[in-house]
């Protein structure tokens, strides 16, 4: 079945640095284009950066535009997120989400806690 497994959250302090990855597996992963959801308290979800099959595109929200990078590597069925300069904004769980396939199905990973604070 598909799996979907983050790591690398955290406490960090303002201006600091994580790297997210998520291991995928149960599906061909090149074949998904991937993303990285973020939810803070009492907020909705929302899309903090998303990136194509291959790699060759990415896109970001405003909100971590220049700081937040996204990559993969279709070797090791994983997808990253490295987060710069981070602020206490940033804080939120973490969610990698799988590209929906033909029969409608999304899938997420369960989170990870990204906390920024001084």
């Known amino acids: 079945q598909v799996q979907l497994v983050e790591s690398g959250g955290g406490l960090v302090q303002p201006g600091g640095s994580l790297r997210l990855s998520c291991v995928s597996s149960?599906?061909?992963?090149?074949?998904?284009?991937m993303s990285w959801y973020r939810q803070a308290p009492g907020k909705e979800r929302e899309l903090a950066a998303a990136i194509s099959i291959g790699g060759g595109s990415t896109n970001y929200a405003d909100a971590v535009k220049g700081r937040f990078t996204i990559s993969r590597d279709n070797a090791k069925n994983t997808v990253y997120l490295q987060m710069n300069s981070l602020k206490p904004e940033d804080t939120a769980v973490y969610y990698c989400k799988r590209a929906r396939d033909s029969s409608g199905a999304d899938y997420w990973g369960q989170g990870t806690q990204v906390t920024v604070s001084s």
């Open positions: 149960g599906f061909t992963f090149s074949n998904y284009g």
